[in-house]
């Protein structure tokens, strides 16, 4: 059976899930086709969705102090048939379904000691058993139970659509990946062959760039930021005495996204880059610091392969922002989208030696769209996990230019609901005093007394 050692971002969710803390590792979605459909062939695509990804039937084996991924071979199975009255019942049902952990298929090694674990603080512990016995009421309710596996899919039927609902653990898969498999179940249903191409190569090849000149030289583009940033940055240093969280949303108007789509025509700055510079504004305002990092996440897929296979893709790397309050908007957003190309350039090490476990930050953000290229009437919608410890992500979630974009803060209940609006207020309010003038400096943008656009 083909293995291959866990890359350094498919360790940190395995550990998280080792720990106990499976739920803050999951990632969950429905899929929605207006129509009916034969539930034949809803069985069938399903069926061939497992067939053709190995990368969803993993079984891990940990030996030698090491973690190693296999593949289960593909059976046959029937899915099980949901059916909804209305889009709000389907919702309910996934809130509860994505808060409920895997049991990962696991062969120990039982020749380690490794202790898995991540407080002795007697408060997070008691919140964490008390967490515990909400997800086991929450199973009860609904009939779930925790699946032995990495992914599971139920199909889903409603009165004037069909589809499925999705569950799948980050250690084998990212946001990329769930739209990846949206894709390839319409494609199916379509009667079409999807790509699909094995993560095992680029776990590989993951390993071999350790090894290289090329890793030497991108490590030392993170050493020289450190030595101008060498402390963590972190915007909410507050312990957290729990693991539940929450997912603030806030959507824009069709008129607000208008407005970064044309500035994106007229200047070539991306809606990503007016973001990342108007939170930094907002950081460099609550740090009080010069410099500081926020966490970037790319989905690590240039080619057509990365494209079309299932895995943990994802790297997150520290970006060091400096704002000058006296610089114009539009200048600091050509030193923003200068650094994060310099970023992407060399990411690997930043996820690998300063990015998850080493927390010089705790504050992501992420780009990413919620359209299927096969069918963009279908719905696509997600379902949040409620779990998470110290690090907090901001993510942009775009329809392909189509409708309004959301942005869907996920934290940890130590960060208060004032902390959080007045992260949006603020840097909603730099953002959109920059583009109503984008020759104001940064210190006239984003304060209440000038008034917003």
């Known amino acids: 059976m083909e293995r291959f050692e866990l890359t350094g971002s498919q360790m940190y969710m395995y550990l998280i899930s080792r720990a106990g803390l499976g739920q803050a590792a999951l990632l969950c979605g429905s899929v929605l086709i207006p129509g009916q459909?034969?539930?034949?062939?809803?069985?069938?695509?399903?069926?061939?969705i497992f067939r053709i990804n190995d990368g969803i039937r993993p079984r891990f084996v940990e030996e030698g102090g090491k973690v190693y991924q296999e593949t289960l071979p593909y059976e046959e199975r029937e899915f099980e048939v949901l059916h909804f009255n209305s889009r709000e019942e389907l919702d309910e049902y996934g809130e509860a379904y994505?808060?409920?952990?895997?049991?990962?298929?696991?062969?120990?090694?039982?020749?380690?000691?490794?202790?898995?674990?991540s407080s002795t603080s007697p408060q997070l512990i008691f919140n964490i058993l008390r967490g515990r016995l909400r997800t086991a009421r929450t199973m009860k309710k609904y009939g779930l139970r925790k699946e032995h596996a990495a992914c599971d899919v139920k199909l889903v039927i409603l009165p004037?659509?069909?589809?499925?609902?999705?569950?799948?653990?980050?250690?084998?898969?990212?946001a990329w990946t769930c739209l990846l498999l949206g894709n390839q179940f319409v494609s199916i249903l379509n009667g079409e062959t999807p790509k699909s191409y094995d993560f095992s190569e680029h776990a590989l090849s993951e390993a071999a760039y350790y090894e290289t000149k090329r890793y030497q030289r991108d490590k030392r583009f993170y050493e020289e930021q450190l030595a101008v940033c060498p402390e963590p940055t972190p915007l909410w240093p507050q312990p957290y005495t729990t693991l539940e969280a929450r997912r603030t949303t806030v959507t824009l108007t069709e008129e607000q996204t208008r407005r970064i789509y044309d500035y994106h025509e007229k200047t070539g700055f991306t809606p990503f880059v007016q973001f990342l510079a108007a939170m930094s504004v907002f950081?460099?305002?609550?740090?009080?610091?010069?410099?500081?990092?926020?966490?970037?996440?790319?989905?690590?897929?240039?080619?057509v392969r990365e494209r079309n296979s299932t895995g943990?893709?994802?790297?997150?790397?520290?970006?060091?922002?400096?704002?000058?309050?006296?610089?114009?908007?539009?200048?600091?957003?050509?030193?923003?989208?200068?650094?994060?190309?310099?970023?992407?350039?060399?990411?690997?090490?930043?996820?690998?030696?300063?990015?998850?476990?080493?927390?010089?930050?705790?504050?992501?953000?992420?780009?990413?769209?919620?359209?299927?290229?096969?069918?963009?009437?279908?719905e696509c919608r997600q379902y949040y996990a409620k779990s998470t410890a110290a690090l907090k992500i901001l993510s942009i979630e775009d329809r392909n230019g189509k409708g309004a974009l959301s942005l869907h803060f996920d934290a940890n209940l130590s960060v208060t609901d004032a902390e959080i609006d007045e992260m949006f207020r603020v840097t909603l309010g730099v953002l959109f005093d920059g583009l109503d003038d984008d020759t104001r400096p940064l210190s006239a943008l984003g304060r209440p007394e000038e008034g917003r656009g």
Do not use: C
């Open 37 to 48: 459909r034969d539930v034949a062939d809803l069985q069938r695509a399903a069926n061939e």
């Open 98 to 117: 994505a808060t409920v952990p895997f049991e990962l298929v696991r062969v120990e090694d039982t020749t380690q000691k490794t202790k898995y674990g």
């Open 312 to 378: 943990m893709y994802v790297n997150s790397f520290p970006l060091l922002m400096q704002p000058d309050e006296s610089t114009s908007f539009a200048d600091y957003l050509a030193i923003v989208r200068d650094k994060e190309f310099s970023g992407f350039r060399h990411q690997k090490p930043g996820s690998h030696d300063y990015g998850f476990g080493n927390m010089l930050y705790d504050t992501w953000l992420s780009y990413q769209t919620a359209v299927l290229e096969e069918n963009e009437q279908a």
């Open 160 to 174: 004037d659509a069909y589809g499925a609902i999705a569950k799948i653990h980050h250690v084998i898969s990212d």
């Open 283 to 303: 950081a460099r305002r609550k740090t009080g610091k010069d410099a500081f990092y926020l966490g970037v996440v790319t989905i690590g897929r240039e080619g």
